[in-house]
DNA sequence: GAACACACAATTGTCGACACTTTCCTTGAC
DNA sequence: GTCAAGGAAAGTGTCGACAATTGTGTGTTC
């Protein structure tokens, strides 16, 4: 649920902060998206403590910009259900509890399944053997084993689906919950325990797709999507266990 | 989605511009949010001119505010999807198109169907006896026939549901389709045609919860939506044209 | 020693000013 | 008359400063 038409990529890097040499314009009219870009980053990679109050100073300053632009920023996050912002004390970075997190799952997969119902009512013919085209192609890619082009693919095919529904706001839907798990996401699909049967359901919904088997597809997706769930839920569970254990002991440190 | 813990109402009225007598403090801590409420209502209410750029300065000097407030709430407005926003262009007021809202609709049903087979799973009998109650009661306000209850009730009763899927996130999903998709619903209950079926559906609507019979409850639930959309449709293609009218004849006015 | 009040520090909220972009209008060439 | 170039005018993007609020530590009273 964006609203907004800009170029920017979501990995797009920090750019050199402008203390030294001063050229280039004053105003790079993107110093809002940067900041955007930037704490999103933090926010997805879990770089930020859960609880803890940003300071926005403090953030601004590490930015190199001042705060407007980076309160723009924590005000879109906390729109998108990143951030949770209380008036005059400012935006938190609450970290998804376990069950929050199997919620968003959930509506994932009420998303998911009510668009690819859509989808092999609606779809053309042409749009569902692309799909399958680019199913085969990612394929190849998974060997290579690289977790981010892994998550990437798969973000990619579930999103191909959602947009053979021909509905562009149950993609825009779709791609919002995607932003919110995607730190799980990347951690589950590192650690790599479950491949095998993520790709095979793949392809079984493409089959399932080209017969235009509403229920079976249906079917397959709710399955797909409710194993992720407990794998992310554990997985989400060792996050937190590590992230509280590293701060535990910095603490004891000081 | 709004990641906001405010206790703002939705209709909280804009007070007295500050301009004359300057008592109480000159910072409120909620000018940003008297701005998201006040815009919002020109958005919903469909006083802003779709396609014709907002103007920050102008906007701000009619709610009496500096253009930070009115930024952070036209960005607000934007990620929920009310506004579009381009780079140094700014926010535009969009009216959805015919084919947007069906897809709006779309997702809304899409959404509602999911929980609702959620609630008949996993509610409780107390929660679904306590929406029994609220809609005995609301059937009672609905013959006051005021346009405004009604649509407060007709959402409520559907967020109820929602919530029955014990899913706070499917919830919040739904309270922010349910905003963009608000003013055609309130021209077409002022309209009026529709009242009867609306209302025995959302009965069967809770026998069928009782009943735990998540396929019925689905199917009257997507009819129900579905039969909205095609009404919804009429009713904006017609505030589109009257607006059009109204445009032009304003235009050729002056 | 605990509870409260008070001042002071840290942080958020808003503002006005200025830098930069886009837009629109004028001017001039063809 | 049409089009392009140029330059004001309008509007957006960002900044630094100050106002208001919240948090914290200190002293006072019981």
């Given amino acids: ?9 979501d990995d797009a890097e920090i750019r050199g902060c402008r203390g030294e040499a001063a050229r280039g314009p004053r ?12 704490i999103r980053r933090l926010v997805v990679e879990f770089r930020l403590k859960p609880e803890e109050r940003i300071n926005e100073v403090q953030l601004a ?9 980076v309160r723009e920023a924590l005000n879109r996050l906390a729109s998108e259900g990143f951030l949770v912002f209380t008036p005059n004390r400012g935006f938190v970075f609450k970290a998804l509890e376990i069950e929050d ?60 689906i959602a947009a053979l529904s021909g509905n562009a706001e149950v993609v825009k839907a779709l ?9 799980v996401r990347r951690i589950q699909i590192e650690r790599g325990a ?19 088997d509403a229920v079976r597809a249906t079917e397959i997706l709710r399955r797909h999507i409710s194993m992720t769930i407990e794998d992310a839920a554990l997985v989400l569970k060792e996050a937190l ?10 603490v004891s440190q000081s």
Wanted: proline share 2%; aromatic share 8%; with cysteine.
């Fill in 1 to 9: 649920m964006r609203g907004r038409e800009e170029a920017g990529r």
């Fill in 27 to 38: 105003r790079s009219a993107d110093s809002a998206s940067r900041a955007y870009q930037a």
């Fill in 61 to 69: 300053q590490s930015l190199g910009l001042s705060r407007t632009p």
């Fill in 101 to 160: 997190l199997v919620r968003v799952f959930e509506l994932r997969s009420i998303v998911e399944t009510g668009s690819i119902a859509l989808a092999c009512k609606r779809a053309s013919d042409a749009g569902i053997a692309e799909l399958a085209a680019f199913w085969d192609e990612a394929l190849e890619r998974y060997r290579r084993e690289d977790p981010d082009e892994i998550l990437e693919l798969d973000e990619a095919f579930h999103v191909r």
């Fill in 175 to 183: 791609q919002s919950i995607n932003a919110r798990i995607r730190f």
């Fill in 194 to 212: 479950w491949h095998p049967r993520l790709v095979t359901e793949h392809t079984e919904l493409v089959e399932s797709l080209i017969a235009r």
């Fill in 241 to 250: 266990f590590k992230l509280y254990v590293a701060d535990s002991a910095s």
